[in-house]
């Protein structure tokens, strides 16, 4: 399915060329085969969901893609360039941020300082510069400021600016999250499970910002998912996982409609 | 009611990020400065500047350098004595080999060889941290003391194996040596000290404040958001220790004048810098200075009243104050373990309602 560069969703959009491109990935840790052969790709401009049971791998495919773990076979492509086995604050420098399944928020900064955290990728100031403060230092501090307001206002926080984020409730922490990787203007954001353990209407919001995020910065967004109501609601594509091995791609319609998917989530009658 | 913030606005971002938002920390703030660089040196005598006044600025900028790397960095480090010690050595050597070097030009090399030698021992905090650092820069401190003291190229090759500061003159004014006045040692150090504050302040809150603190928080999720923890965790390491190094210097040259390692710079240095951080308040400038004054003015408080007011023996007294201090640094970490910084924040908290709460 869609061999050709770029094609059109159903509500319009039309999705570009690849953006990052895995080829046939094998992770193992010692005898455990974590994923097995897996290549798929994301497209510029589209949600991909990565979707699966409990341990089918979804989490260290997402590692993976960020480079916190180095494949033992397979390559990843990104923008079209072989990606060597750098590191993951290289990666984030070179446009790739995520979220965690169980929040990764730094606990003793305020959200603002967290937020202001995701444009450190983007920093051109030195260390002798934040010496001195005066100058540069500042410029750049009130430039990044003015651009992580945006995105407070974006993600409607404004009033827990200086709150640490060790005292926001669970649902908060989760978008303040988002608005830090969000600062970072990635070409590729990776979110893990943006929606576990939030109730519906914690969702509901958290669909929409996902769905705002692709809409009005164009962001590339790949996602792993547990619910699959959402994910058939706002993915453009889905990959399916299972033990390690992709049983599952195409379009939530497609993968719906597929044998093995349908297995793996209801089970398989033994006769 | 006096303490407000009301009516304080800021209207740009850079207004907003400045040190004192509040206008009245402000104005205690340029008061304070006012006191201590014009006021101060006209009624300081030897007795003030030597218990008092010269010890709380030494220690409070190696409370600020400890501070760098345990409060922003994470990272755990014992072996602070040890750094004091490069300090101080440097300090020895460049004014031995170098007569007529400016002895402000002596201070900052020493921090310099310090920030070299403390990057050096930050290696491992790459590969381990928490406790096992711990024990790690332990062994740094210890390493550190036997080496100045058994090599004796690092003390001249002098009979007692002590080091003893040659006497210089910053200005004209003599700084080193028994004949400088109070005022002027007052002030040097004062000098360092506010600067050096000012610095730290201003590494804090920029983007190299910010990648410290990433790796305190948590260090996986900052390299994933970009934080390089190579770099992050060894320019904490070399600042921390041009901090401490610039201590050691100072306490070596300007205060004690004469040192023997092991004594001056034993593993109760570290220590006692390690409870002037945490009992100021880990990741607060403010709390590093705190916490050197507790430190320092305490005992001497305590003896005052000991002695000279209800007329104990010394040696019980001395006793005695360890028992105090000791039982109030145990009362304090349990109470509010987030140090003076803390009970401070909590204080101007409430009298920004005070005296009318509802």
Known sequence: MNTMETYTTPDGRTIGGPVMEMK???????????????????????????????????????????????????????????????????????????????????????????????RLTHSKTRFLSHLLWKGKAEAEESANREKVEKIIDFLEIQTIRKTPVGRLPYGLQKRVELGRALAAEPSLLLLDEPMAGMNVEEKEDMSRFILDVNDEFGTTIALIEHDMGVVMDIADRVVVMDYGKKIGDGTPAEVLANQDVIDAYLGVAHD | MFYREAGDFTTNYAEDNQTFPIRLDRMGYYATMIVAFCVVPFFINDYWASAVLLPFLIYAIAAIGLNILVGYCGQVSLGSGGFMAVGAYASYKLMTSFPDMSMIIVVLLSGLITAMVGAAFGLPSLRIKGFYLAVATLASQFFLVWLFNKVAWFYNYSASGQINAPE???????????????????????????????????????????????????????????????????????????????????????????????????????????????????????????????????????????????????????????????????????????????????????????????
């Open chain 1, 24 to 118: 046939n990935i094998t992770l193992r840790f010692g005898g455990v085969v974590a994923i097995k052969d897996i290549s798929f790709d994301i497209r510029e401009g589209e949600i991909r969901a990565i979707i699966g049971p409990n341990g089918a791998g979804k989490s260290s495919m997402l590692n993976v893609m960020n480079g916190f773990y180095h494949p033992q076979e397979g390559e990843v492509f990104f923008h079209g360039k072989k990606r060597g086995p750098l590191r993951p604050y290289q990666i984030a420098e070179q446009g790739v941020a995520r979220t965690f399944q169980n929040i990764a928020l730094f606990k003793g900064m305020s959200t603002l300082d967290n937020i202001m955290c995701g």
């Open chain 2, 168 to 358: 210089r003159t910053v200005l004209g004014f003599v700084i080193t040596g028994p004949n400088a006045a109070p005022a002027v040692t007052y002030l040097f150090c004062l000098a360092f000290a506010v600067g050096l504050a000012w610095l730290a302040r201003n590494m804090t809150r920029s983007n190299t404040g910010r990648r410290w603190m990433a790796i305190r928080d948590m260090d996986i999720a900052a390299e994933i958001i970009g934080v390089n923890p190579l770099g992050a965790k060894l320019s904490a390491f070399a600042v921390s220790s041009f901090y401490i190094g610039v201590a050691g210097s100072l306490m070596f040259t300007v205060y004690l004048g004469a040192v023997e390692v092991g004594e001056a710079f034993g593993i109760t240095k570290s220590f006692l810098l390690l409870f002037m951080v945490i009992i100021g308040g880990l990741g607060s400038i403010f709390g590093s200075f705190a916490g050197a004054a507790f430190m320092v003015l305490f005992p001497v408080l305590l003896k005052n009243v000991l002695v000279g007011q209800l007329g104990w023996a010394t040696n019980i007294a001395a006793h005695f104050e360890f028992v105090i201090v000791g039982g109030l640094i145990v009362i304090f970490l349990i109470m509010e373990p987030h140090g003076l910084a803390a009970i401070w924040r909590v204080v101007k908290e409430k009298l920004r309602l005070w005296p009318f709460p509802h």
